[in-house]
């Protein structure tokens, strides 16, 4: 008596399945369209916070308490009067929340983190000669700098600190730009414009010889998902600590009208003792990308170096070069 229910069920999910399919939009060679302008904020932690335990996602009401709850601390944060102090952490990050623009949501994924590999969520740990080489930047990034290399590539406005590659969400401008043709995917980052010109036929990989900021990256399509991977990288790029033989693979799946999956791998053995996967799920919008002028006029850097040589007059020296948050 059963056999009709089930019977109507499974046509149903298969129904629902070809609606899905349907909602993807497609070039007119036969693959998903990933071309338009994806907005990748979210509140979303990127490690899985220690009250989230082992509890990898979270129910819908769950969701809507956990963004309440940003949201209200970030009204509380706005509302406090300045009382004439400050630390270190006011002078890194500005002294309002004017121009961030973090995201109001958590990923339509509803995981408790973006990171889905290690299974934690949380980063694995460094090698030897991870912690070593983590430690030598953090110690040259403490110092006066000596001159404009003394300081990180986002100072130097070379990459865009939430750039990448791969994209992460950070402080603002979490936008960008696909433009796709049957030959080659372009990704536009608003951070300092960044943009990667992808192959989409796999193509020859670049000599280990030559290295590029944002390394070298090919593509190809695996069934209806582009997969990039991209090597090459300098020994200055270091993502989240990576060194220059950082395999970064990545994987765009259009899932509907409005969402666009991203998913991530980084492989690092050198620097990590395993890799680690990140997922988010970007969201289709109208808002367009505008010019990211970084290097024009970057008053920051003569700044920096001539309060840097002010100090080096006065005999002062200190560690309030490192920013608070890579403490």
């Given at each position: 008596?059963?056999?009709p229910?089930?019977?109507l069920?499974?046509?149903?999910?298969?129904?629902?399945?070809?609606?899905a399919?349907?909602?993807?939009?497609?070039?007119?060679?036969?693959?998903?369209?990933?071309?338009?302008?994806?907005?990748?904020?979210?509140?979303?932690?990127f490690?899985?916070?220690?009250?989230?335990?082992?509890?990898?996602?979270?129910?819908?009401?769950?969701?809507?308490?956990?963004?309440?709850?940003?949201?209200?601390g970030?009204?509380a944060?706005?509302?406090?009067?300045f009382?004439?102090?400050?630390d270190?952490?006011?002078?890194?990050?500005?002294?309002?929340?004017?121009?961030?623009?973090?995201?109001?949501?958590?990923?339509?994924?509803?995981?408790?983190?973006?990171l889905i590999?290690?299974?934690?969520?949380?980063?694995p740990?460094?090698?030897?000669?991870?912690?070593?080489?983590s430690?030598?930047?953090?110690a040259?990034?403490?110092?006066s700098p000596?001159?404009p290399?003394?300081r990180?590539?986002?100072?130097?406005?070379?990459?865009?600190?939430?750039?990448?590659p791969?994209?992460?969400?950070?402080?603002?401008?979490?936008?960008?730009?696909?433009?796709q043709?049957?030959?080659?995917i372009?990704?536009q980052?608003?951070?300092?414009?960044?943009?990667r010109?992808?192959?989409?036929?796999?193509?020859?990989?670049?000599p280990?010889?030559?290295?590029?900021?944002?390394?070298d990256?090919?593509?190809?399509?695996?069934?209806?998902?582009?997969?990039?991977?991209?090597?090459?990288f300098?020994?200055?790029?270091?993502?989240s600590?990576?060194g220059?033989?950082?395999?970064?693979?990545?994987?765009?799946?259009?899932?509907?009208?409005d969402?666009?999956?991203?998913q991530?791998?980084v492989?690092?053995?050198?620097?990590?003792?395993?890799k680690?996967?990140?997922?988010?799920?970007l969201?289709?919008?109208?808002?367009?990308?505008?010019?990211y002028?970084?290097?024009e006029?970057n008053?920051a850097?003569?700044?920096?170096?001539?309060?840097?040589?002010?100090?080096?007059?006065?005999?002062?020296?200190?560690?309030?070069?490192?920013?608070?948050?890579?403490?």
């Amino acid at each position: 008596m059963h056999k009709p229910i089930r019977l109507l069920t499974s046509l149903l999910l298969v129904a629902a399945a070809h609606n899905a399919v349907a909602q993807v939009p497609m070039k007119p060679w036969g693959k998903p369209s990933l071309q338009g302008n994806w907005d990748f904020a979210t509140i979303t932690p990127f490690q899985r916070p220690a009250a989230f335990s082992e509890q990898e996602f979270l129910s819908p009401d769950e969701v809507e308490e956990y963004e309440a709850a940003v949201q209200a601390g970030r009204a509380a944060r706005a509302t406090v009067e300045f009382d004439g102090e400050h630390d270190q952490s006011d002078l890194d990050v500005g002294y309002n929340t004017f121009y961030l623009d973090q995201g109001t949501s958590m990923s339509t994924t509803m995981r408790t983190s973006q990171l889905i590999y290690p299974e934690n969520g949380r980063m694995p740990g460094m090698t030897n000669r991870g912690r070593e080489t983590s430690g030598y930047f953090r110690a040259l990034q403490s110092r006066s700098p000596q001159g404009p290399e003394d300081r990180n590539l986002y100072d130097r406005c070379i990459l865009g600190f939430n750039a990448g590659p791969p994209m992460r969400s950070g402080a603002y401008n979490n936008m960008m730009k696909l433009v796709q043709t049957e030959d080659y995917i372009v990704i536009q980052t608003e951070m300092v414009n960044d943009h990667r010109v992808i192959p989409t036929d796999g193509g020859p990989a670049l000599p280990n010889s030559m290295r590029l900021w944002k390394g070298d990256s090919w593509g190809e399509w695996e069934g209806d998902t582009f997969v990039v991977t991209t090597t090459n990288f300098t020994h200055l790029s270091r993502f989240s600590g990576t060194g220059e033989n950082m395999v970064l693979t990545e994987r765009f799946t259009r899932v509907n009208e409005d969402s666009l999956e991203y998913q991530w791998t980084v492989e690092d053995t050198e620097m990590f003792d395993d890799k680690f996967t990140s997922v988010v799920e970007l969201t289709a919008t109208d808002a367009d990308l505008f010019e990211y002028a970084c290097h024009e006029a970057n008053y920051a850097m003569p700044l920096m170096l001539s309060g840097a040589r002010k100090q080096e007059a006065q005999g002062i020296e200190d560690d309030t070069w490192l920013p608070s948050w890579s403490r």
